[in-house]
């Protein structure tokens, strides 16, 4: 007798809903998207227990009659798809016909059902997989799906089941997922008899974000919007000083699908390079329209992935978006004042030294002398502006000059007035985006394969094990590409002949040795533009003045001139932000003048 035997049915979709059901936030996804698909313009959903004792789905769409109701719960079986062709145009929210046999295979179901044109509805009750007869009941139009202790049968399962506290929060965020893409539909989210979210029909996207995550932070996101080619993105990014910890809160939708796909992240990521730090990721709700013959979402059972047709166009389209928008907004990052109405600013320890640099912030004054550090001279300005910058800052005019001094605190940071109130400057964040954009611009010169660099007077030598040999030898174009020139000198022994001229603040052999160290470390990982821009982030901030480093008047009025002329100046490479803006109606308000 033959050992291959042909599973029974319900074995079939036990197994199924190893793959659909992974926890009651899945059956929650898959019922409720049911009542999208029927048309639903109002969706409640019950959990108790985090859904392991029950989940009720309550939608008023088009409901199912007796002959739908019978076979709605077999395998494969679905009323989105007519023909096989139908799989290249899916409109529609599921389509495999698997969730429903699945979820039944698993948990106790009770179905009740009308549709619009029925005076009465119908009940249908599955113990796992087990069926009872379909009999008439009263009903309102729609349809509500009970499921009860789910894998009650299969406790292999459900011991994976976590606390009640952690389901509900994997509920919690497949009803966010749902309720940013169906902005149409009223929903409702209860648990254990609380209210949790009731959110109204028609809202904005920006009103659903205020009631699922904050107002404040629904209200400082930037919006962009775009159509091109084929493809309308929406788009609602947060700041850089919002980034968190992980990707968790970056949300994708696809013609009203949440997806997941590693080239939209690594599109959102590449954007964000340089004004976030590295390991920090942004927030962003993205929504996409594209004709469903650009993509296919037949690749997972849970169709939360996609395969797009051309997704190096997608990526490159979102990334250009996205930074386009990022270089040209002012970025500077705003205080946060202590909210406490009882407390005024000079009573706060941390903010009395704002308090004191303020009343000093015209009357003193530093040294006039030529400024001791090698600021950058950018072509971004034109020739005049430049030379009447340089003639405000060096020549005999600058005497008579309107222009204000400036004020640095703990020879670290600079206090700048603005219209509406004043900037706190890190002078190293923004000195090291200055340098590491003017070696950037030096780099992508059409005239310059590399940058200047100067033979030294004295060749700076250093030994070398046969390791960093190898690591030599691989970062050569880099090192040609910065002008670092390294002949031998003996035996075991290397010098470094000539170094960049911006980088003449920096000790050579530190910085090679840096530089193998990097290589070594991101060779692999990093493609060669990445990894080069890893090695001028390090150059940048290495030739920038260090907090502690105390700055004339010239210095600091050339720094802020190089603030203005160059892009991203609200972050350091890294991502730090270089300047903190204060409102004076922040200020206003904690002095008690308003």
């Known amino acids: ?56 789905v309550i939608d008023n ?43 039944a295979s698993v948990a106790k179901v009770t179905v009740i059902s009308r549709t619009p044109d029925s005076i009465e509805g119908n009940k249908i009750e599955i113990d796992c997989g087990t069926k009872s007869l379909i009999q008439p009941c009263s009903a309102n139009q729609g349809t509500t799906i009970e499921v009860r202790n789910l894998f009650y049968k299969l406790p292999a399962r459900r011991k994976f ?26 929903l409702s989210l209860h648990h254990n008899d609380r209210e949790l979210y009731r959110l109204s029909v028609g809202s904005s996207i920006t009103e659903r974000i205020e009631k699922l995550f904050a107002v404040d932070f629904a209200q400082s996101l930037i919006q962009i919007h775009s159509i091109e080619k084929k493809m309308e993105v929406t788009a609602f990014l947060s700041r850089p000083e919002n980034a968190r910890a992980n990707n968790k809160f970056q949300y994708f939708f696809l013609n009203g699908r949440f997806i997941r796909d590693k080239f939209l992240s690594a599109a959102v990521r590449d954007a964000y390079r ?55 907004m002012n970025l500077d990052v705003k205080a946060l004042l202590p909210k406490n109405e009882n407390m005024a600013i000079g009573q706060n320890p941390q903010t009395q030294q704002i308090t004191e640099a303020i009343s000093g912030f015209f009357s003193h004054s530093q040294s006039a002398s030529q400024p001791r550090f090698n600021f950058s001279d950018f072509a971004k300005k034109s020739d005049i502006v430049a030379a009447q910058q340089r003639e405000n800052f060096y020549g005999e005019s600058s005497a008579n000059s309107s222009a204000p001094d400036y004020y640095q605190i703990h020879d670290s940071y ?43 007077l004295i060749p700076e030598t250093f030994e070398v094990n046969p390791a960093k040999s ?22 075991g022994l290397l010098a470094i002949q000539a170094f960049p001229t911006l ?15 990097l290589f070594d470390e991101s060779a692999e990982k ?69």
């Open 470 to 491: 190898g690591s030599l030898e691989k970062a050569a174009d880099i090192l040609d590409k910065l002008g670092i020139v390294i002949e031998p000198f003996g035996p």
């Open 274 to 328: 340089g004004i976030i730090e590295p390991d920090k990721y942004p927030v962003v709700f993205i929504f996409f329209k594209l004709p469903s013959d650009e993509f296919d979402v037949n690749v997972h059972p849970t169709k939360i992935e996609v395969r797009f047709d051309n997704a190096n166009l997608i990526y490159s389209q979102l990334l250009s978006l996205i930074r386009e928008k990022m270089l040209s």
């Open 161 to 186: 089941l976590r606390t009640a506290n952690t389901e509900i929060t994997h509920i919690a965020e497949q009803f966010t997922r749902i309720a940013l893409a169906n902005t149409k539909i009223a």
């Open 414 to 456: 600079i206090i700048v007035q603005t219209e509406d109130g004043f900037l706190i400057i890190d002078q190293h964040a923004l000195h090291e985006r200055i340098i590491y954009e003017d070696l950037c611009r030096r780099l992508a010169a059409d005239n310059a394969a590399k940058l200047q660099s100067q033979k030294l």
């Open 61 to 103: 769409g088009c409901g199912m009659d007796r002959a739908d109701l019978s076979v709605a719960f077999e395998a494969h079986a679905t009323s989105k798809l007519k023909t096989s062709a139908d799989l290249l145009n899916i409109s529609t929210m599921g389509f495999r016909g698997e969730a429903l046999a699945s979820i």
């Open 1 to 56: 007798m033959g050992q291959i035997k042909v599973l029974d049915q319900n074995t079939i979709n036990m197994i199924a809903a190893g793959e659909v059901i992974e926890r009651p936030a899945s059956v929650v996804k898959e019922l409720v998207e049911n009542s999208i698909d029927a048309g639903a313009t109002e969706i409640s959903i019950y959990v108790e227990d985090g859904g392991k004792a029950l989940i009720r």
């Open 503 to 517: 980088l003449a603040k920096v000790q050579p052999i530190d910085f090679v040795t840096d530089l193998l160290d």
């Open 526 to 594: 990093l493609d060669a533009e990445r990894l080069l821009h890893e090695i001028l982030d390090m150059a940048a901030c290495k030739a920038a003045v260090k907090a502690g480093q105390k700055l004339n008047q010239l210095e600091m009025h050339q720094l802020l001139a190089d603030k203005d002329a160059i892009e991203r100046a609200s972050r350091c490479p890294h991502g730090r932000p270089t300047a903190i803006k204060f409102s004076l109606q922040e200020l206003e308000k904690q002095f008690k003048r308003t």
